[in-house]
């Protein structure tokens, strides 16, 4: 199983970025799904959940401003991120299968992409 993400970079505040998930070994339609991102110094942070029925959940501090997306054909999944805000910086992670008892509560994470709002 291989998670890697793709889309990160550096944007205005106000702006957009979509940042990309490409899974290989499983079928993501069977899984819950996440994104999490996480700044030096500071704890993981869980930006938005999608369960195995297909049910989305988003942190407060994006609700409204991300879209968690996925193409099941593709095995992809999709942050779409509008309205950039500098406290959106972070490295920003993609995780799949619920694991309660694996760090984070997921079996399998991505290497991370950066995302930097100036």
């Known amino acids: 199983v291989q998670l890697v993400e793709s889309g990160g970079g550096t944007a205005q505040a106000g702006g957009s970025l979509r940042l990309s998930c490409k899974v290989s070994?499983?079928?993501?339609?069977?899984?819950?799904l996440a994104w999490f991102r996480q700044v030096p110094g500071k704890e993981r942070e869980e930006v938005a959940f999608?369960?195995?029925?297909?049910?989305?959940n988003y942190a407060g501090s994006v609700k409204g401003r991300f879209t968690f997306s996925q193409d099941n054909a593709q095995k992809t999944l999709f942050l779409q991120m509008d309205s950039l805000k500098p406290e959106d910086t972070a490295m920003y992670y993609c995780?799949?299968?619920?694991?309660?008892?694996?760090?984070?509560?997921?079996?399998?994470w991505g290497q991370g992409t950066q995302v930097t709002v100036s």
């Open positions: 999608i369960d195995g029925d297909g049910v989305t």
């Open positions: 995780a799949a299968e619920c694991a309660p008892d694996e760090a984070g509560g997921f079996r399998y």
């Open positions: 070994g499983f079928d993501i339609w069977e899984y819950c």
